[in-house]
């Protein structure tokens, strides 16, 4: 069984940084794409930024609003996913999801979803 946790969110001014970390556990045996997304309250979930082709030095991809602001990166050995957030914005308040697409030894392929961590961003 595989299960994904957040960590990182906090309260932080406009202007500041946030490292968030999603750490798997279980024994995983093909990762396909590790994601981060976020929701605010009455507002659909929304991709925030993507990673891929993690083996072969990683391929990434984000939002228009988040690109140039955001890093989504990856640590193989400790199965654990990072978004580093600067020069956050009060529009990126919301809860903060990070997802993975993997397949897990004895298993499927699967999706999975960590329980969120909330990101408050003040102005």
């Known amino acids: 069984q595989v299960q994904l946790v957040e960590s990182g969110g906090a309260l932080v001014q406009a202007g500041g940084s946030l490292r968030l970390s999603c750490a798997a556990s279980g024994r995983i045996f093909s990762v396909y794409g590790l994601g981060w997304y976020r929701q605010a309250p009455g507002k659909q979930r929304e991709l925030v930024a993507i990673i891929t082709s993690i083996n072969s030095g990683g391929s990434t991809n984000y939002a228009d609003s988040v690109r140039g602001r955001f890093t989504i990166s990856a640590d193989n050995a400790k199965n654990t996913v990072f978004l580093q957030m600067d020069s956050l914005k009060s529009e990126d308040t919301a809860v903060y999801y990070c997802?993975?697409?993997?397949?897990?030894?004895?298993?499927?392929?699967?999706?999975?979803w960590g329980q969120g961590t909330q990101v408050t961003v003040s102005s």
């Open positions: 997802n993975a697409d993997l397949t897990p030894y004895g298993g499927r392929r699967s999706v999975y």
